[in-house]
């Protein structure tokens, strides 16, 4: 996969490209990284990117002949690529936009900053608009990072185990199981019985079952929108078994003398 990111920060994305699983993914060649500064494509004498808006009002605006000439070179380099404009206004990115992006032969990223770029770029040279969530920041470099950073982590072979990718919150509708790691006790804390045990079926089992009261105490409304199989249908009529056996014995137990209600 080939990323390019058009930015007038090229200096913001040295670091991120040089650490961890992104260094590891360029080394091993599983992405390719470049970043181009767009004031490069700039001819006026003082290689300017941004002009008062047209209507007046405040705020700069990206101008339109560096972005062009900057988005027509990169593309020309990077046939059958994709080219993302960074914006608030966009779609907005989830763990589904990320695999879809990640089937892509390279993704060319247009960061923003001011109020935005000239509305004829948005039009005419780009294929996507992608917002990562509904809040404004000052630029599109960031938010170039996160996607970046998303997709690359669900390329083949970039991540260490085979499934990792799979299994991570989201991939299957759900949010991930607990993690534990050593010490077996922390303050006093242990780690659940079950993952010393070595027992593979009953650590899965563990493993659904933290999955699920993950994703029903955080967020149920990933669990109203996911097909669950016959094993996750039976955990939580389980879990409701569970619950109306308590308020059984509770209605049993008689009256709360407390709380003064028959
Ligand atoms: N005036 C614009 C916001 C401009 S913010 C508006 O109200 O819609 C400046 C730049 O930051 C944008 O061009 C975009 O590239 C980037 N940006 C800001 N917030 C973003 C977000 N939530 N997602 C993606 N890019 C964002």
Redesign the pocket.
Known sequence: MKFAVLTIFPELFVPFWEHGIIRRAVEGNKISASTVNIRDFATDRHHSTDDSPYGGGC?MV?NAPPLAAAIRAVRSAMPGSRTI??????RV?TQDIARELAESEGLIF????????DERICQDFTDDE??????????????AMVVIDAVTRLIPGVLGGEDSAQKDSFSQGLLEHAHYTRPRVFEGCEVPEVLLSGHHKEIEKWRLESSLIRTFLKRRDLLKNTALNTQETEILKKWCLDIENILRAQSLSGPDPLSGKQ
């Open positions: 705020g990206m404009l960074t914006t608030p206004q966009g990115f247009v960061c923003g900053r001011y109020e935005g770029i992608i917002s990562i969530g509904d809040y404004v920041m000052t630029g599109g470099e960031l938010a």
